[in-house]
């Protein structure tokens, strides 16, 4: 079958992100935390990992007050 995709959403009930963190939260080095907490290197691993390696989609869905979702999508 083709375009068959397998979706997962991971989904939390945390305070959700306003639309400025929103498109930042997968560059290299960048965090809303403390200096010296964290590198700021996880999303943007994960989405190279998803998008290069494995030709997928990593999306993010948020609002303040919200929550976030996270969207993975990879091809079958």
């Excluded at 997968?26 to 999303?43: A, D, S």
């Excluded at 303040?64 to 999508?73: D, E, H, L, M, S």
């Amino acid at each position: 079958m083709e375009n068959s995709h397998v979706v997962m959403e991971i989904e939390d009930n945390g305070p959700g992100m306003d639309n400025d963190i929103q498109k930042r939260i997968f560059e290299p080095f960048f965090t809303t935390k403390e200096v010296g907490v964290g590198t700021g290197l996880g999303l943007s691993v994960s989405y190279f990992i998803i998008s290069e390696n494995h030709a997928g989609i990593l999306s993010v869905d948020s609002a303040p007050g919200r929550g976030t979702v996270f969207t993975i999508k990879l091809p079958l």
